[in-house]
Every structure is written in C-alpha cells, then in structure tokens.
C-alpha cells in the first residue's frame, strides 16, 4: 500500500541507476502510513457502501429482547451498518435513526413505533434498538455491516484510489 501510495504521490524516485542513503530527514514510510491508516478508517466511514468490504455478520450479534424491543450488540469488526432485518420482518432496514432525533424519540412509544412491515433501527454505535418483534425470541436473519478486514488489508474498490491525492492534500501536512 505505501509503494502504492507513493506512486499516486508521485513520491517514487525517477533514477534507478544509484543508490542514495540520507538519514537526516524525516521517515517518509511511517508518515505515509500514518496517512494511509487515515485514509482508509475515513473511507470505511464515508465511501459508498458498494466501494467496501460488506459482511453478514448476523450470528456474531448478540440480542436481548426487552418490551418488544431488540438490543443488539455490534461486534467490534463492524464500522457501519448497511442492512439489517429480524426474520419476523417484511423488509430490512438500510437507513438507520441517530439516537439524539425526532424519529427516535417516536420509536420509544409502542404506538408510534414501526412494526413488522415498517421497522426502525436506533444506532448508539455500539448497540442497535430493533424496534418492534411481537417474538419472544427473535431471530436476527440479517446484518450486512462495512468492515474492517480483522488482518489488517485493505479492501476497497479501486475508483477510491483517485481520492488519495485530494485526501492528501486536506490533511494537515507533517513536513
């Protein structure tokens, strides 16, 4: 990823008939890859969903059910949701409530909360409410999640290449 980078950078050295050793200056890899790190935790983050790593990571969420209500735990790979569904519901959900919203507060009340043909999902980041499951034992079918790869690669599509140069040039400069 560095040689990878560097070639986007045009930081590679044109001159391959010597060699020069220099060590008064600063390590260009470590920065490099400090900025490499940044680049692709933002990606991960912002990108489109179909840019990235996605991964049903529905049978490592733990779930306790509560009035009606599904808790979830987000296993630490998962970066963010993309599509979530409860077997008992008749779609899945892709776009999910910030807690501190209007639409939040409405899932908090049994009457005003979506149900099996309208479910709603809060995201707290480490934890997800399901709303609505007339189950007493539900079963999460789905939960499609943007990842971060657990051996350290990284995995994307390659359009998001062309955005090292513009991320570079936002991030506050080292040198």
């Not at 391959?16 to 470590?30: K, N, S, T």
């Not at 949701?81 to 077997?87: N, S, Y």
């Amino acid at each position: 990823m560095i040689d990878l980078w560097k070639q986007v950078m045009h930081l590679e050295n044109q001159r391959r008939d010597c060699v020069v050793e220099w060590d008064d200056g600063i390590d260009i890899d470590a920065l490099l890859l400090t900025h490499i790190k940044q680049w692709y935790a933002h990606q991960l983050n912002n990108a489109p969903v179909q840019q990235l790593p996605i991964v049903n990571l529905a049978s490592q969420v733990p779930i306790n059910t509560r009035d009606g209500i599904v808790i979830a735990t987000v296993p630490q790979q998962c970066v963010r949701p993309v599509e979530w569904k409860l077997a008992e519901w008749h779609r899945s959900v892709t776009e999910f409530i910030d807690p501190c919203s209007h639409e939040a507060m409405l899932q908090l009340n049994e009457w005003s909360r979506g149900g099996a043909y309208n479910p709603a999902i809060i995201d707290y980041g480490f934890q997800m409410l399901l709303m609505s499951t007339a189950s007493s034992s539900p079963q999460l079918e789905l939960a499609r999640c943007v990842v971060r790869p657990a051996d350290g690669s990284y995995q994307f599509h390659s359009d998001l290449l062309s955005t090292i140069p513009e991320w570079s040039q936002s991030v506050p400069q080292l040198l």
